[in-house]
């Protein structure tokens, strides 16, 4: 299987403009994602759930062409962006609007660096669980609140993102520990493991695999 730099390469994402491309660079280098693909289904149908330029869904693409990989995000220019240079090509499909999967059902429902910035995070889970299948998968990347100077740099890297130049969009940051994201997955019924993905990275970042009971 190619690395990223070899997708990265095979991709378009050179013809964005520049604070496009330097978001993404610096998302592939802080964000383990080679580790977190292997944990998706290699076939069936993936929602790329917060997919921003869509980097991580065309990955899934591109590393198993057998999914059938959707993706959402609340930024219409960014799902814009990921239409021009991806749809097409690779035979993705990104919304901006809920409502056009909204009767879908998915193998899978992937979500990277996304529930750090919902508030309600019982409520979105339980949507993304109605479109799960019966033993499909929840797939959550989280970055973890804890007593730490990697989180400590972390948020204070969110707050610049978030709050200052505004690369990401969200309600505010609603970080949680790795056991209050578990319990919430569990209450909401999914089985879960978790792998630490942290090594090698300034980052707490953790991996919650949840199978819908």
Not at 79 to 101: C, M, P, T, V
Not at 122 to 131: A, D, N, Q
Request: hydrophobic letters at 40%; aromatic letters at 14%.
């Amino acid at each position: 299987m190619a690395n990223i730099k070899d997708l990265i390469n095979q991709a378009s994402f050179k013809a964005l403009p520049t604070r496009d491309r330097m978001h993404i660079f610096f998302r592939n280098k802080l964000c383990p994602f080679e580790r977190i693909e292997p944990y998706v289904p290699k076939e069936g149908r993936i929602l790329d759930y917060g997919c921003g330029h869509g980097l991580f869904s065309w990955w899934m693409k591109a590393s198993s062409p057998e999914r059938d990989v959707i993706g959402y995000d609340v930024c219409s220019r960014k799902i814009s962006l990921a239409r021009n240079l991806l749809e097409k090509k690779y035979g993705i499909q990104f919304f901006d609007n809920r409502e056009y999967f909204s009767s879908m059902s998915f193998d899978a429902v992937v979500a990277v660096g996304v529930l750090y910035l919902i508030k309600e995070k019982r409520e979105i889970i339980s949507m993304l669980k109605s479109l799960i299948k019966s033993e499909g998968y929840i797939i959550l990347k989280e970055v973890v609140k804890e007593n730490s100077l990697r989180f400590a740099w972390t948020y204070f890297e969110e707050v610049m993102a978030a709050k200052i130049f505004r690369i990401t969009e969200g309600e505010g940051l609603f970080f949680l520990t790795k056991d209050e994201i578990l319990n919430i997955l569990e209450e909401c019924g999914f089985s879960v493991q978790m792998q630490d993905l942290s090594r090698g990275y300034w980052y707490p970042h953790m991996l919650f695999i949840g199978k819908k009971k």
